[in-house]
């Protein structure tokens, strides 16, 4: 893996330039009589390539710029957007804005977030780790990814591809409280998806590796290799009855718990009454033993920032404590929405991790018995309202503690607020692909829809 070297890195004179440009904008605001204004903007570029069956399919290279203003006359807002930088598109931009701010009608909950809530710690977290990826080489690590997965068993018949990108981005938020801030990041990843099997009998897996540095990727070979064992594991899948099972979340899988839990108590979902855990702050919605903490500050950590995308300071900060929501997750504006205060969550949530209080999932799938392990999940049938939950699945039967066969085509079902309560581990294996770190998940008892 080769990275820039410090001379051929310009990335400090862009966030240079970049600041500089987002300093005139606000200028050009004020003068233009907006009592308070924001900018944002960025610089993004990368590389993906795509090889299938050892061919070339497709090369890109991307190279995106991107400037939004917001400006606030009192309480009326106004947004406008641009991908040309040169000053003449930039003045259109910020009239375009004022202009549509002059037209609305004025908003209570609107405006910056509260000045003296901007961050002053503006330190990195070793998030910048570009890589001189060519064409040629980026070609050459997917196709080499691809041949050890062919490679790896004689029943992979085919393959859906491999990819590999490699991207980087520079960006600065600045608004009229004086504060500026820039950030960088990186990003790079190699995957594969193959076919085992032949006629109606093929199934389909795949695998990736993923991180802000290139050192942080697996191997070639590794991805090839994990990719074919998942996808022959998955041939001959047989039936089982419809009933109430145990149900363990691998840990891939285990992230979309902790997502829905995120998406109900999101400030847009409590304002607009949409949540199935509206008004519920202050009580217990998991086991005692649960615990949720937003850590922002990780070095390398996926999501490290030391503000959001309102320039909120972020803190290190418990959501669920000993099962108890302990907090929802705001920007300013649904925080005067709901009459609370931001939680530094503006733009989302930073890097997540859940207290585990298991080793693993082969520890986890003995300790269940007999039950279902979910390796994929289908569909978006998760009812933020009521909570109502309904999902495609295909993963492994367990008994006696011990994988059986695979299984597909089955629906798993019930209410998150019952799912929530029936967890019964978290392990140990986190899957550190994700912001949000969390092993295996084991629900006590799930409905499972399989044969009649």
């Known amino acids: 893996m080769t990275t820039l070297t410090a001379a051929s890195d310009d990335s400090l004179a862009r966030l240079d330039r970049l600041s500089g440009l987002a300093r005139d904008v606000l200028r050009q605001c004020s003068a233009l009589g907006a009592s308070q204004a924001e900018v944002a903007v960025g610089e993004d570029s990368g590389l993906s390539v795509n090889v299938r069956m050892g061919e070339v399919e497709t090369v890109e290279r991307t190279q995106d710029r991107s400037v939004g203003v917001t400006v606030y006359f009192g309480q009326r807002k106004g947004s406008a957007s641009t991908a040309d930088l040169q000053p003449a598109s930039l003045a259109s931009t910020v009239e375009m804005a004022c202009a549509i701010a002059r037209h609305t009608e004025a908003d209570p909950a609107s405006g910056l977030a509260d000045a003296d809530r901007m961050a002053r710690d503006l330190r990195e977290f070793d998030g910048w780790h570009p890589w001189a990826l060519d064409a040629d080489r980026?070609?050459?690590?997917?196709?080499?990814?691809?041949?050890?997965?062919?490679?790896?068993?004689?029943?992979?018949?085919?393959?859906?591809?491999?990819?590999?990108?490699?991207?980087?981005?520079?960006?600065?938020?600045?608004?009229?409280?004086?504060?500026?801030?820039?950030?960088?990041?990186?990003?790079?990843?190699?995957?594969?998806?193959?076919?085992?099997?032949?006629?109606?009998?093929?199934?389909?897996?795949?695998?990736?590796?993923?991180?802000?540095?290139?050192?942080?990727?697996?191997?070639?070979?590794?991805v090839g290799r994990k990719a074919a064992e998942r996808t022959v594991a998955r041939l001959d899948p047989r039936p089982i009855k419809t009933g109430d099972y145990p149900v363990l979340f691998a840990p891939e899988m285990a992230r979309s718990l902790i997502g829905h839990l995120l998406g109900a108590i999101s400030g847009g979902a409590l304002y607009r009454r949409a949540s199935f855990l509206l008004d519920?702050?202050?009580?217990?919605i998991l086991p005692p033993w649960f615990n949720l903490v937003e850590r922002p500050h990780i070095m390398r950590g996926l999501r490290s920032a030391g503000y959001d995308a309102e320039g909120v300071a972020t803190v290190d900060s418990d959501i669920v404590r000993d099962g108890v929501l302990a907090r929802y997750l705001l920007g300013s504006y649904s925080a005067r929405k709901l009459g609370l205060q931001?939680?530094?969550?503006?733009?989302?949530?930073?890097?997540?991790?859940?207290?585990?209080?298991?080793?693993?999932?082969?520890?986890?799938?003995?300790?269940?018995?007999?039950?279902?392990?979910?390796?994929?999940?289908?569909?978006?049938?998760?009812?933020?309202?009521?909570?109502?939950?309904?999902r495609g699945a295909a993963g492994f039967w367990i008994e006696n503690g011990e994988i059986a066969h695979p299984v597909d085509e089955?629906?798993?079902?019930?209410?998150?607020?019952?799912?929530?309560?029936?967890?019964?581990?978290?392990?140990?294996?986190?899957?550190?692909?994700?912001?949000?770190?969390?092993?295996?998940?084991?629900?006590?008892?799930?409905?499972?829809?399989?044969?009649?």
């Open 138 to 222: 980026a070609i050459a690590l997917a196709v080499e990814a691809e041949a050890a997965g062919r490679a790896a068993d004689a029943r992979i018949a085919n393959s859906d591809g491999a990819g590999m990108h490699s991207g980087e981005s520079v960006s600065v938020y600045a608004n009229s409280h004086g504060f500026v801030g820039a950030e960088r990041s990186t990003s790079h990843s190699l995957s594969l998806s193959l076919i085992a099997g032949s006629g109606d009998a093929m199934q389909r897996d795949y695998w990736y590796s993923s991180g802000l540095s290139p050192d942080d990727l697996e191997s070639p070979v590794q």
């Open 280 to 284: 519920h702050a202050g009580q217990r």
């Open 342 to 390: 931001s939680t530094g969550n503006a733009g989302g949530v930073h890097n997540l991790e859940v207290t585990a209080n298991a080793d693993g999932l082969k520890d986890m799938a003995r300790g269940m018995g007999r039950g279902l392990l979910v390796t994929e999940l289908m569909g978006q049938g998760a009812n933020n309202v009521t909570g109502d939950y309904s």
């Open 410 to 452: 089955l629906t798993i079902a019930g209410r998150m607020q019952d799912i929530f309560q029936a967890i019964e581990a978290v392990g140990a294996d986190v899957d550190r692909r994700s912001h949000v770190a969390v092993g295996s998940i084991l629900v006590g008892r799930m409905m499972v829809a399989g044969e009649a």
